[in-house]
T-cell receptor, first 112, second 113 residues
């Protein structure tokens, strides 16, 4: 069966460190993968998109990698700040009609 | 400001009652979506529409209905047939082309009395 897995346990890190979040998928062949940020009680906000033929994408302190052989994407936040604390969701184009399927999200807590 | 609005922020439903959640966008997007999010879980697709007067069921459409009479509006009705409606409901929109980045509204939290 198709699965998108993100670590359901919260990731706790110290301010200034690099946070690394993982998104693994099985039985999908996505053309692209996206990462979203969601704050409590709010809608998700788009962060980055990476295509299947791209290995890495950067935006300011954010970096995303996409390994279609391992079926995995890594999402990095360098020099993390308490304001980065949120839930991060990965999403794949997995449905017909270009719909997105979302993972369960990983909560990141950055402590000062 | 361009964006997506959802109302109300909180909605209470009595047993046997149908309730309608509003979603409006002024981004001129063709596609609109409704998701349900349960505590600690990801988003599950209820319905989506890629063009006015057309919509398709998502993964969990049972107990829900939608309409798309205008490009800007995509209301969701939670019917009495939905036995476990308590959740956070998110509306999103996107352009029709690939790849699609979705823009989300602030959400409506539905609670059962």
């Amino acid at each position: 069966s198709q699965k998108i897995e993100q670590n359901s346990e919260a990731l706790n890190i110290q301010e200034g460190k690099t946070a690394t979040l993982t998104c693994n998928y099985t039985n999908y062949s996505p053309a692209y993968l996206q990462w979203y940020r969601q704050d409590p009680g709010r809608g998700p906000v788009f962060l980055l998109l990476i295509r299947e033929n791209e290995k890495e994408k950067r935006k300011e302190r954010l970096k995303v990698t996409f390994d279609t052989t391992l079926k995995q994407s890594l999402f990095h936040i360098t020099a993390s700040q308490p304001a980065d604390s949120a839930t991060y969701l990965c999403a794949l184009d997995a449905h017909a009609g270009n719909m997105l399927t979302f993972g369960g999200g990983t909560r990141l807590m950055v402590k000062p | 400001d361009g964006g997506i609005t959802q109302s109300p922020k909180y909605l209470f439903r009595k047993e046997g009652q149908n309730v309608t959640l509003s979603c409006e966008q002024n981004l001129n997007h063709d596609a609109m979506y409704w998701y349900r999010q349960d505590p600690g879980q990801g988003l599950r697709l209820i319905y989506y529409s890629q063009i006015v007067n057309d919509f398709q069921k998502g993964d969990i459409a049972e107990g829900y209905s939608v309409s798309r009479e205008k490009k800007e509006s995509f209301p969701l009705t939670v019917t009495s047939a939905q036995k476990n409606p308590t959740a956070f409901y998110l509306c999103a929109s996107s352009t029709a082309g690939l790849p699609e980045t979705q823009y989300f509204g602030p959400g409506t939290r539905l609670l059962v009395l």
